[in-house]
């Protein structure tokens, strides 16, 4: 069965660095759309990031655009989320979901908890 395990997440100071890690299972990350999705206390949920299939097309939220970049390593069937500068405002559990946007993200992970403090 499909299983996503986000890690790599802990706390960090203003303009830290955290690299996430998604562990797949279950199904290849070339076969779908990946996205980084997370949700701030006491907030809704926000998409961060896409990844395509293809592994050739990204998309960043404005709020992350420039400091943030995904990837994925096909060999360890793994999605990665660099996140540099990091601020208060990025403080979040992080999520990977499979799937696009149009056809609806179908797996979750449990999430992973980032949290930036001085």
Do not use: H
């Given at each position: ?16 660095s ?18 980084w ?26 709020s992350?655009?420039g ?19 990091l ?32």
């Amino acid at each position: 069965q499909v299983q996503l395990v986000e890690s790599g997440g802990g706390l960090v100071e203003p303009g830290g660095s955290l690299r996430l890690s998604c562990a797949a299972s279950g199904f290849t990350l070339t076969t779908d759309f990946m996205n980084w999705v997370r949700q701030a206390p006491g907030k809704g949920l926000e998409w961060v990031s896409r990844l395509n299939s293809g592994g050739d097309s990204t998309g960043y939220a404005d709020s992350v655009k420039g400091r943030f970049t995904i990837s994925r390593d096909n060999a360890k069937n793994t999605l990665y989320l660099q996140m540099n500068a990091l601020t208060s405002e990025d403080t979040a559990v992080y999520y990977c979901a499979k799937g696009s946007a149009s056809d609806g993200m179908d797996y979750w992970g449990k999430g992973t908890l980032v949290t930036v403090s001085s």
